[in-house]
């Protein structure tokens, strides 16, 4: 059976997605060091898939960027699934081509409307490609046809979630559960996928948990996640995550602050 995207698609910031995939292609790739490639050998056009994914791979490595574009275009149109996720990371980041989010949503949506089936080594691929579409259709492309569907960016949200129990995509479910985003706010459910993927050392999933339950009242719980997650946040995230610490800490008395800062460490190694 084959893991297949399950909601419409369109007829015509990834780059922390990509940042999580980059290891992936690095064993991928890694797994063929003993016959590395020659920069300099005779590859072209009419030469295999993975041939030319390894190309691109070394020569993006290398700065050599158009040159990797240009494989990586050979290899997707062979149906080289790695290469059409690099080669829509680009697209999506700027990188060695003009930004054009519109290719890089179409090329995105042909990998993930073709599906995967379970176990294969495109898996990762093809949930990197749920969670950048669900960004799209979050935010919209504008001067696109891709309008900003909220309900569609949560059904994608769900899928990586519940299939697949990426934390990314639990937390930014949540996210949209708590603010009604797409559908129906339900704090119980937010709070599931929240406890999921805090558990899974998520800094935002563990901040966000924290502040709910502070805010039903679990005041020194609340307050010993929120500050755990201060030591396990990324420093794109460590921002808002402090304010929100800060803003709970103002409101909390001195007894309830000194337990939760002792009590953040047995948390913070729960979810290592």
């Not at 949506?109 to 259709?137: K, M």
């Not at 995550?241 to 337990?259: C, G, K, L």
């Amino acid at each position: 059976m084959k893991w297949t995207i399950v909601t419409k698609m369109l007829r015509t910031d990834s780059k922390s997605l990509a940042a999580l995939m980059f290891p992936l292609a690095l064993v991928l790739f890694s797994g063929t060091a003993g016959h590395a490639f020659d920069m300099n050998a005779g590859v072209t056009k009419e030469s295999g898939p993975f041939d030319l994914f390894k190309f691109g791979f070394r020569a993006y490595k290398n700065g050599q960027k158009s040159e990797a574009v240009e494989a990586y275009r050979y290899a997707a149109e062979k149906g080289h699934t790695g290469s059409r996720w690099a080669l829509a990371n680009m697209y999506a980041d700027g990188d060695g081509v003009v930004r054009n989010d519109l290719e890089a949503f179409k090329i995105y949506s042909e990998i993930a409307s073709q599906g995967v089936e379970p176990g294969s080594e495109d898996t990762g691929f093809f949930i990197n490609a749920l969670l950048s579409l669900a960004n799209y259709y979050r935010q919209g492309i504008p001067g696109s046809p891709v309008a900003i569907d909220l309900t569609q960016a949560r059904q994608l949200y769900f899928q990586a979630a519940s299939t697949f129990g990426v934390a990314e995509a639990q937390f930014q479910l949540a996210r949209m559960i708590l603010a009604g985003e797409g559908g129906k706010a339900n704090a119980q459910q937010a709070k599931k996928w929240l406890n999921l993927a805090r558990k899974s050392g998520h800094a935002g999933a563990m901040a966000t948990f924290g502040n709910v339950i502070f805010q039903e009242g679990q005041t020194v719980r609340g307050l010993a996640f929120l500050t755990a997650a201060l030591d396990k946040c990324s420093p794109r995230d460590c921002g808002w995550m402090q304010d929100m610490q800060e803003q709970a800490f103002s409101i909390a008395n001195e007894e309830d602050r000194r337990v939760a800062i002792a009590l953040a460490p047995q948390i913070y190694r729960q979810a290592e």
